[in-house]
């Protein structure tokens, strides 16, 4: 069955101190993920960048309704489609299946799912 097999632990780093507009995290403890899909455990490591889920601020409604939701989950995809030879569309398939393992209400992974999606459509 697929889970979370730890917690996520990550740190903000300042827009100052990343060198981007809003900031990025730092996970600082392994992330491991057990996915059905992929048949394996994922293990993200201590240092990993990420931004979690990249929701335009530009887009006030998007940004309330998806900003800081399915974090864990938007590390694994981040880590997947950085480090690992899947797809952007196999990646996006495991971020689906990790957004119901944290428990995120259907319409709204539906809705990240097809967003990450489409935000590939040229990686794919």
């Known amino acids: 069955m697929s889970q979370f097999l730890t917690t ?3 740190r903000h780093a300042t827009p100052q101190e990343s060198n981007t507009r809003f900031g990025v995290w730092y996970l600082e403890k392994e992330l491991r993920y057990r ?6 455990v994922v293990v993200v490591p201590v240092g990993f960048v990420t931004d979690f889920a990249s ?5 006030p409604f998007a940004y309330a309704l998806f900003g800081s ?6 590390v694994i995809h981040d880590y997947l489609v950085r ?3 899947l797809s952007w569309k196999e ?5 689906l299946e990790a957004m119901e393992t944290e428990g995120i209400v259907w ?3 539906k809705l990240m799912y097809w967003g990450v999606r489409l ?3 040229t990686e794919d």
């Open 107 to 109: 319409w709204k992974r």
């Open 83 to 85: 480090r690992s030879a």
């Open 69 to 74: 939701t399915a974090n864990a989950s938007a």
């Open 35 to 40: 996915s059905d899909i992929l048949g394996r």
């Open 119 to 121: 935000a590939g459509l």
């Open 8 to 10: 996520l632990v990550a």
């Open 91 to 95: 990646a996006a398939e495991v971020f």
């Open 55 to 59: 929701v335009p601020r530009y887009l």
